[in-house]
């Protein structure tokens, strides 16, 4: 119970507090060049010791608005897809990628016909893995 407390504490930090505290620059990149940008996942390029890193992460936000801005930190599809753009930048750039995965499930914007399906193989996905 006390694990689940520590990870639903409100001043818990988030990614971006850790960019601020752990990295030099940080340059967010947008969106999914397919349909949208997903505020649930935050996502650019930073320096660690003067060196390039790629940083990808989920943001729940703080305050009621931010947190709804957000999605309370639950990505739709155009996350995935801005991760996976990032990704594949940070592999055409030899960037090493850092993560911080925080979220507490996906946002059911799956069942939105409007919204263009996730293109990427699970090949694709497997060869960012690698």
Known sequence: MAVAQLAR????????????????EFDELAGDR??????????GIARLEGRPVMIIGH???RETKEKIRRNFGMPAPEGYRKALRLMEMAERFNMPIITFIDTPALTLAWARKSVVSLKPSPATCVRCLV
Not at 34 to 43: E, R, S
């Open 9 to 24: 504490h409100p001043q818990r930090p988030y990614t971006l507090d850790y960019v601020r505290l752990a990295f030099d």
């Open 34 to 43: 397919a349909y949208a940008d997903d505020k649930a996942i935050v996502g």
């Open 59 to 61: 943001q729940k936000g």
